[in-house]
C-alpha cells in the first residue's frame, strides 16, 4: 500500500518538476502565440524570465495587459508625420482584423497630453507652444534593469500617490493613479516584477 502511495506521488511530482525546470530555464521566451506560461502577455511581446519570480510575472502580465491598459498611453510614438500612437504595428482590431502589438514601441513612452498651441498677437512670428504638455513617460527597464528607472518602493509610491518622484511638489497628471491606487500591493508588485521582465529599449521611440 504505502509502496503504491509512494508511486502514485511519484508519478504526480516527476511531470511537476520536468515543467517546472522547463519555465524556470527558459531565459528569453518568445511569444508568437498566447502561451500557458504567461498566458496574458500580447503575441510578440518578448520576455526574459531569467530570475524574476514567474507567478509575479505572469499576474503582472495579466494587469497590465487585460486591465491596466498601460500601453495605450506609455506606447512611444511613431516618427511618422503626424506622429501615429497605434499601439499595433499590423491589423486593426475595430475594422475585425488580427492586430499585433508593435513590440518596438512597447511601453516605451512619449507620448504628449494636452499640450496646447498658441499663436502669439502679433501674427508675423510662428505659432508657438504654450504649454508642452505631459509626456507618458517610458516604462520598460532602464540600463540597470529599473523600470521607468524607478526602484520597487518608487514605483508603488507613485502608484499609490500619484506624487512625481523626479519632483515631490508635484502630482502626476493625466495617468489614472487615482484608479490604480487601489489595487493591492501584492498587484503593484507583480506589475513591477513583470516590467522587470521587459528587455531595455533604449533610444525607445523608432
Ligand atoms: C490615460 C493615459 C495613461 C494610462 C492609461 C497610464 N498612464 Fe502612466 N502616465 C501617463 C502620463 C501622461 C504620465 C506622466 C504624467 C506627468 O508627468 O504629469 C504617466 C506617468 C506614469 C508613471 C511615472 C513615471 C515616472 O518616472 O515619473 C508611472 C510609473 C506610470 N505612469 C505607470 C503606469 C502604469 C503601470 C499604467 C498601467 C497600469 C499606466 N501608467 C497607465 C499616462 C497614462
Not at 179 to 206: C, G, H, I, W
Request: hydrophobic content about 40%; some cysteine.
Amino acid at each position: 500500500m504505502l509502496n503504491k502511495l509512494i508511486n502514485f506521488s511519484c508519478q504526480l511530482i516527476i511531470p511537476v518538476i520536468a515543467i517546472g525546470s522547463l519555465s524556470f530555464s527558459a531565459t528569453v521566451m518568445a511569444n508568437n502565440g498566447w502561451n500557458p506560461v504567461i498566458p496574458y502577455n500580447p503575441p510578440g511581446v518578448v520576455l526574459n524570465l531569467k530570475k524574476k519570480n514567474i507567478g509575479l510575472v505572469r499576474t503582472g502580465s495579466y494587469l497590465v495587459n487585460a486591465i491596466g491598459n498601460c500601453n495605450s498611453c506609455h506606447v512611444a510614438p511613431t516618427k511618422t508625420t503626424p506622429p501615429s500612437s497605434s499601439v499595433y504595428s499590423s491589423g486593426d482590431p475595430f475594422k475585425g482584423e488580427v492586430a499585433v502589438i508593435d513590440f518596438a514601441r512597447y511601453l516605451g513612452g512619449g507620448r504628449i497630453f494636452g499640450a496646447i498651441a498658441a499663436k502669439p498677437a502679433t501674427a508675423t512670428t510662428p505659432e508657438v507652444i504654450a504649454f508642452k504638455g505631459y509626456t507618458a513617460d517610458n516604462l520598460r527597464p532602464d540600463i540597470s534593469g529599473k523600470p521607468a528607472g524607478l526602484t520597487k518602493d518608487e514605483f508603488i509610491n507613485v502608484m499609490r500617490t500619484g506624487k512625481d518622484p523626479h519632483d515631490a511638489t508635484r502630482i502626476i497628471q493625466v495617468m489614472p493613479w487615482p484608479v490604480y491606487q487601489n489595487l493591492s500591493t501584492t498587484d503593484l508588485k507583480a506589475m513591477y516584477e513583470y516590467f522587470r521582465a521587459l528587455p531595455t529599449a533604449s533610444p525607445l521611440t523608432p
